[in-house]
Nanobody
Framework: QVQLVESGGGLVQAGGSLRLSCAAS????????MGWYRQAPGKQREQVAR???????NYADSVKGRFTISRDNVKNTVYLQMNSLKPEDTAVYYC?????????????WGQGTQVTVSS
């Protein structure tokens, strides 16, 4: 069993910052890439940022220049530093980890953490 434990969400004023963390634990598996998604009320879940094992990253256009994704391969943890937050960033943020376990692809999701940005 694999668990993804997220932390760091909360309420912040526009222009402020938050840092999300997501730690993977449990059954041994090989992590290929880690990412963050978000879902606002009434909207589809969208990918915010992703980082692959080699360190390459990609971001949604709406967060480029404001958000930074990073990972600690020793701790199996992915972070999302969010700066210059806007009210439109308000959403539930989900951690996503993809990899292989006994040569089979696996895909895990965190429980979600609420981020609320007030104007």
């Amino acid at each position: 069993q694999v668990q993804l434990v997220e932390s760091g969400g909360g309420l912040v004023q526009a222009g402020g910052s938050l840092r999300l963390s997501c730690a993977a634990s449990g059954s041994i598996f090989s992590i290929n890439d880690m990412g963050w998604y978000r879902q606002a009320p009434g909207k589809q879940r969208e990918q915010v940022a992703r980082i692959i094992s080699g360190g390459s990253t990609n971001y949604a256009d709406s967060v480029k220049g404001r958000f930074t994704i990073s990972r600690d391969n020793v701790k199996n943890t992915v972070y999302l530093q969010m700066n210059s937050l806007k009210p439109e960033d308000t959403a539930v943020y989900y951690c996503n980890v993809r990899g292989t376990r006994y040569s089979a692809p696996v895909n895990y999701w965190g429980q979600g953490t609420q981020v609320t940005v007030s104007s």
